[in-house]
């Protein structure tokens, strides 16, 4: 007996028909015979409609209280998605993440998972229950309900995975997997049938929406295989598994790109030891998430230093790298919020030098320029003016024929 | 520091504007000087809605995850009121019922409480923090979510002040208090400043509807008093106190009415030993709440066995009837759902034997056959044609000169 973890999210559950599809889905994966525990995300707009009625009631939100108030979407969620499935025959029991021993730390709306109990799943398993566990949430080390934030579902659902010996995680969404590049943005654009995680964290984290980082990150390290597929289609998906080095791996995989990043410029900056390091050291203190750090060769002991942060994090970001200015320190602040990030992502790539080369050829001829660059082994990403961002992607794309056959 | 239970129902925290109004009271209680343990009903229409949810996605319903899900809406309710207290610089935290101790039996959608914990509860109170309390739901002793059913509500909120020692339990509703009868139907029914918990719970038994009787019969075992009032006005209710035995009672002090019972009758019956009792033990196998019972003298050995119970049950009621057919046993069964009940009510009435006649003749005058009669120290209850119910209200009322002064 195989056991599976299968997560729906908001859209997989947005309304009677669509939790009917998915009961029927689930239905369908138990005549197999193999075991299931599902996890799943609020319905549709629910998180939205919740968060809408806090702002009518206060201008105040107590992050414990958000918890309280957002973790109601999945209660209903699961508890409809146990009645269609009870309809069809299969037997399943809704569980809170605190009921599903999903403990996490006391950081309220983005709390991290430090265990998962599990006893009552594994309980319901032993009698042929399914278990439909409620994602995002989790119950804190002092006994408060937390969330997971952004992403967090999926977080559940492989950390459940983990936690009972699945043979691998589900994750059901409104698309139909990893594609080489956004499908709005190339329409040609051809779906992968496996990718491993490094590629997966890689085009997670510069631009690509079907995972979250965190969730692969997770996989990854607890050798959880993911399976990304369409619960409106139930089409054959990606999966993403540990690399196999028996096999020659593309050279490019995806085209990636993210246009929600702000540039900040610190100029003028005495280029001395240890001011980089308060810089990010405070950034680190105010939780901005610091993606590409460029700092050219100084002229007459002074340099730049230009980093990338979320937009969302672009306020205190600027506050930051205001606090270092001074005769001593830096000169001058810039922002600019009209950055994208192109990137390539390619297990091997490791072994082709001359893909740097191809990019950049491609992006000058289309009179792309390119402003920051930043690599790893398996990976190459430019910054470039945001409307140029599309532009690029395509041309990349066809540069390195990744096109749908 | 008095403590004091507030409970609001569902219309006092409908929508922003109401929660807000809430917000303020609770705030400007504890600015008197009280301390204060809020519990918060599901705004407004979120149970109907959730229920309506239930319908579309599934035929079938189990109960507990009927629990699971109608759980959701007290959640959202007292995380939004948290948020509200918080804005007025009141500082508050929500608990479930499981956070609470509210531990219960495992009877889903009409689970018992067993036991208040209530731990969290106190400490949070000893840190001036306002526990904010979900009504209407608990944990039950094999650890699932469940409800306490109708009125489940003014119970958490009743159960809470019984086991924090609490001065008081009041109760916030859409009426101004208790009143001398129902005012759609007599315009110059008066409020009862304050009424004896036997009183309440003969109003409560017979058609008043502010209070429900499970509540009341728990306020008066554990001898919290109750204060009903309207969290629309604000003015002064009714109080429901123990009965002061050195104070003159009023002979009559309210009139209610039930349009919701059916009457059933089993009729030709064998007037031997032993029939009532199995068709009595019979309805309470189906948990089928009987009301009135009348059995009158037999003749030529038989006799007729009328009883009421909800029209909610008039089905399982008929089901049991007809299984005592038989030559042996009974001849017919007869059901009649245009019946109501007319009650006086009043804590003076044992001490005044006229009430009765008073009573009958003021329904003949009106012309209104009474159907059956069943009594107590301090009720009468006649059963009349559903149609000439609130003409008996009003003519009862103006007899015994309950108007307001």
Redesign the interface.
């Known amino acids: 007996m195989t056991l599976v973890v299968q997560k729906f999210g908001g859209t997989s559950v947005a309304?009677?028909d669509r939790?009917?599809a998915v009961a029927e889905h689930v239905a369908r994966t138990r005549r197999s015979g193999d075991d299931v525990v599902v996890v799943v995300s609020a319905m549709g707009r629910t998180t939205d409609d919740?968060l809408h009625?806090?702002e009518?009631?206060?201008?105040?939100?107590?992050a414990?209280?958000?918890d309280?108030?957002l973790?109601?979407?999945e209660?209903?969620s699961?508890?409809?998605?146990?009645?269609?499935l009870?309809?069809r025959g299969v037997p399943?029991?809704?569980f809170?993440g605190?009921?599903a021993g999903i403990i996490t730390d006391t950081l309220h709306r983005k709390a991290r998972i430090l265990e998962v109990k599990g006893d009552?799943l594994r309980a319901a398993l032993a009698e042929g229950v399914v278990p439909v566990v409620a994602g995002f949430q989790g119950v804190s080390s002092t006994?408060d309900?937390t969330t997971l934030g952004r992403g967090g579902s999926d977080v559940t659902a492989v950390a459940l995975a983990a936690a009972l010996g699945a043979a691998r995680c589900e994750i059901y969404t409104d698309v139909s997997g990893v594609f080489s590049a956004d499908p709005r943005v190339v329409p040609t654009a051809r779906k992968l049938p496996r990718v491993s995680f490094e590629e997966m964290l890689e085009i997670a984290a510069t631009g690509g929406r079907v995972l979250m980082l965190r969730s692969v990150e997770f996989a990854r390290n607890h050798h959880v295989p993911l399976l990304v597929r369409s619960s409106f289609t139930w089409e054959p998906g990606t999966i993403v598994i540990e690399e196999d080095p028996s096999m020659e791996q593309p050279v490019v995989s995806a085209v990636t790109h993210d246009t929600s990043q702000a540039k900040i410029t610190l100029s003028g900056v005495a280029d001395r030891p240890g001011i980089a390091a308060t810089l990010f050291r405070r950034l680190a203190e105010r939780s901005v998430n610091v993606d590409m750090i460029v700092q050219n060769i100084s002229h007459d002991g002074m340099t730049d230093i230009s980093f990338t942060a979320p937009r969302e994090d672009l306020a205190a970001s600027r506050e930051v790298a205001e606090s270092m200015l001074g005769p001593l320190e830096a000169a001058e602040v810039i922002t600019d919020e009209d950055v994208a990030t192109v990137s390539l992502v390619g297990a091997g790539m490791k072994t082709h030098p001359g893909v740097t080369a191809t990019m950049f050829e491609t992006l000058a001829a289309e009179g792309i320029n390119i402003e920051m660059i930043s690599t790893s082994p398996i990976r190459i990403s430019c910054m470039v003016r945001s409307d140029l961002a599309e532009k690029a992607v395509q041309a990349l794309h066809r540069a390195f024929e990744l096109d749908a056959a």
């Open positions: 309304d009677a939790m009917q919740l009625l806090a009518q009631v206060s201008g105040v939100h107590p414990r209280e958000m309280m108030l973790t109601a979407g209660r209903m699961m508890a409809l998605l146990c009645m269609a009870a309809e399943a029991a809704s809170t605190s009921q009552r006994r309900i």
